[in-house]
């Protein structure tokens, strides 16, 4: 299983754009790349996910060059309610599911 | 729709005692996966079943640990023998599980079910 590394934690201010990256070095061919987001006592929250380039939704973006070895989640203009811990995935959903490996995931903190 | 709901959302036991925890994941999805996470800690993958039968078992620690999902849909993790070190938020998801595609992986989490061992 491809292993992630992410930072332990970030500091933002809000209104600004925030940018966690993630390293999956051992990334598989068929492997694709989900970000979650966890707050205090809930489950986590699925994000966005992807194989290559560039994928944006209604919550952020997501880029992924093209050696596939790293991730960056982008939360354009964060908010106080942003605060959270962020997860980064690697997996093959090509059977359906797959082992999910969490890691520590990157604590952000929103300040005003 | 209602998500995925686990019971109970505490419990509280004694070591040596047995116990178990229900997952009923949301209709139709096909795949449901069992995880616990102690405090600061990210959610740590325990087991995942694809229908009734189990797809990958490799999480979970040790023989006293066993989930059951006999007609694919409700979960049990049944733990033996609890020890003080089993005390975690035991989190269940589920997912559609359809073969082959972009973003069907994604999990539906429940509230977990936050375990005390004395």
């Known amino acids: 299983l491809a292993k992630t590394t992410q930072p332990i934690s970030m500091d933002s201010y809000e209104g600004q754009e925030v940018n966690i990256t993630c390293s999956h070095n051992?990334?598989?061919?068929?492997?694709?790349i989900t970000w979650y987001q966890q707050f205090p006592s809930q489950g986590p929250r699925f994000i966005i996910q992807?194989?290559?380039t560039k994928v944006t939704n209604e919550v952020a973006s997501l880029f992924i060059p093209a050696d596939r070895k790293s991730s960056t989640l982008s939360l354009p203009r964060v908010s106080l309610s942003d605060t959270a811990v962020y997860y980064c995935l690697v997996g093959d959903p090509g059977t359906g599911g797959f082992k999910t490996i969490f890691g520590a995931g990157t604590r952000l903190f929103v300040k005003a | 729709g209602a998500g995925v709901s686990q019971t109970p959302s505490n419990k509280v036991t004694e070591k040596g005692k047995y116990v178990e925890l229900r997952c009923d994941p949301i209709s139709g999805h096909t795949a449901l996966y069992w995880y616990r996470q102690s405090l600061g800690q990210g959610p740590e993958f325990l087991i995942y079943f694809q229908g009734t039968g189990a797809a990958d078992d490799s999480g979970l620690p040790n023989d006293r640990f066993f989930a059951v999902r006999p007609e694919g849909s409700v979960s049990t993790l049944k733990i033996q023998r609890t020890e003080r070190g089993d005390s975690a938020v035991y989190l269940c998801?589920?997912?559609?599980?359809?073969?082959?595609?972009?973003?069907?992986?994604?999990?539906?989490f429940g509230p977990g079910t936050r375990l005390t061992v004395l």
């Open positions: 992807g194989y290559k």
């Open positions: 998801a589920s997912s559609l599980g359809l073969a082959g595609g972009f973003g069907y992986n994604e999990q539906f």
């Open positions: 051992n990334i598989a061919t068929n492997d694709y």
